[in-house]
């Protein structure tokens, strides 16, 4: 079975600034890992998602995230943070063999202030 | 861009009621997931559907649950016999064939349903 651990459940940061939301991951078995973002009232978005090859993913709207095989961790990362980056973020992970069910962690709240 | 769509955004029903929560799935996707999440926790993934049947579904997902592709573009969650645990935020996602734990779910914007 697997697990996703986010420690951080709020994370306030300065506009502009750099951040890093950390997950980390416990698995039996090979697994794909994502992130995703939910803006106030919507549902959830894809921002990226490591499948193979490089470690290093960029995604969407600036982040990129690093996968860490060794400390099985999967930290997202922005270098300049905006107002509109305000949001919650999930780390999940799939099972390779699987039908693609997704576990989440319990999410990060990014909160960007001016 | 296509989308997943739910209804109704919000359900408030009674204990004992049984609800439908509905969703519409990206028209040329293949698999389609119902996750939960109960405020302040972390989502929850409840059944995955393909081939007109489900595929996996969560120890969650008891007797009270079912769901249904009753035409070609709706796909359903019922709860039986709702109870106050039942309250949360359900999602519905759906993907492509493909790369199976790999490819993308696109996700709608959820249903939240109360149960008093």
């Known amino acids: 079975a697997q697990s996703v651990t986010q420690l951080d459940s709020q994370v306030p940061v300065f506009e502009e600034a750099p951040v890093e939301l950390r997950c980390n991951y416990s698995?039996?078995?090979?697994?794909?890992l994502f992130w995703y973002v939910q803006y106030p009232n919507q549902g959830l978005q894809l921002l990226l998602k490591?499948?193979?090859?490089?470690?290093l993913v960029k995604g969407i709207n600036g982040f990129e995230a690093e996968f860490n095989k060794s400390q099985t961790s999967f930290h997202l990362r922005k270098p300049s943070v905006h107002i509109s980056d305000t949001a919650e973020y999930f780390c999940a992970v799939s099972d390779r063999g699987s039908q693609g069910n997704l576990i989440f962690g319990k999410g990060t709240k990014l909160s960007v202030k001016p | 861009e296509p989308e997943v769509t739910q209804t109704p955004s919000h359900q408030v029903t009674q204990m004992g009621q049984e609800v439908i929560l509905r969703c519409v799935p990206i028209s040329n996707h293949l698999y389609f997931y119902w996750y939960r999440q109960i405020l302040g926790q972390k989502v929850e993934f409840l059944v995955s559907f393909y081939n007109n049947e489900i595929s996996e579904k969560s120890e969650i997902f008891d007797d009270q649950f079912s769901v249904e592709r009753p035409d070609g573009s709706n796909f359903t969650l019922k709860i039986r016999s709702t109870k106050l645990e039942d309250s949360a935020m359900y999602f519905c996602a759906s993907r492509a064939s493909g790369l199976a734990g790999g490819e993308t779910q696109y996700f709608g914007p959820g249903t939240r349903l109360l149960v008093l």
């Open positions: 698995s039996s078995v090979s697994v794909y």
């Open positions: 490591y499948l193979s090859g490089s470690t």
